[in-house]
Structure formats: C-alpha cells, structure tokens
C-alpha cells in the first residue's frame, strides 16, 4: 500500500553492475510481492521484474532476463535488484512497489515514490 524507498542507483558506464534496494520504513515487505519498475523520458513505465511474497519466486522482463536478478533479506527488510551488463538502454528511473499477482498478470499497487536515477552512459 504504501510507497517504498528506493536507492544505489548511479551513473555508470556500459557493462557494468548496479544493485538497487527497495525498503518500507513503515512496514515489513516479507508477506507482499515486491516489483521494479522503469521509467525512461519519453516512455512508459515498464514492469522489469517482481519477486513474490511467500516462496520467492522471481519474475523477469524479457529486457532484464539474463542480466538482471531479484532478491529479498527479510531479516533486513530490503528487496535487491542486481543488474549486470548494463546497457544505454536501461538508463531511467528505477521505482519498487508492492505488486498484486493475478493468474498471468502483475500489477503495482501503492503510491509511487521518488525513484532512484540509473544512468548508463559511456
């Protein structure tokens, strides 16, 4: 329900790694499935991966599939997304999110916080 803190977003060159945590001061994220979410100027926003709640279970966009892999700590009350092998395309600005799982869907649930900038630029 509530927006989530997003951070470790940088600027970095093509190829390199990039971990992004998610948080809720508020409220434990254990239970709840957790999804990252991109947003590029110009463009939409775009799902890029989710995590579920109870067993863990991770969720990739066909544009992160491959170079991107969600975690969680519960003990730390954090959500990871690592990104390796970035690419100029994944430039925008990163945003976590509790996400509702329907048969074959996902959607974002919650306030959108501010979001935290990656940018990948030579």
């Known amino acids: 329900q509530a927006r989530l803190v997003e951070s470790g977003g940088d600027l970095v060159q093509p190829g390199d790694s990039l971990r992004l945590s998610c948080t809720s001061p508020?409220?434990?994220?254990?239970?709840?499935?957790i999804g990252w979410f991109r947003q590029a100027p110009g463009k939409e926003r775009e799902g890029v991966s989710y995590?579920?709640?109870?067993?863990?279970?991770?969720y990739y966009a066909d544009s992160a599939k491959g170079r991107f892999t969600i975690s969680r700590d519960n003990a730390k009350n954090m959500v990871y997304l690592q990104m390796d092998r970035l690419k100029p395309e994944d430039t925008a600005v990163y945003y976590c999110?509790?996400?509702?799982?329907?048969?074959?869907?996902?959607?974002?649930?919650?306030?959108w916080g501010q979001g935290t900038q990656v940018t990948v630029s030579a």
């Open positions: 999110t509790t996400v509702v799982l329907e048969r074959g869907s996902w959607t974002p649930f919650g306030s």
């Open positions: 995590i579920s709640g109870y067993v863990s279970t991770p």
């Open positions: 508020t409220f434990a994220l254990e239970q709840y499935a």
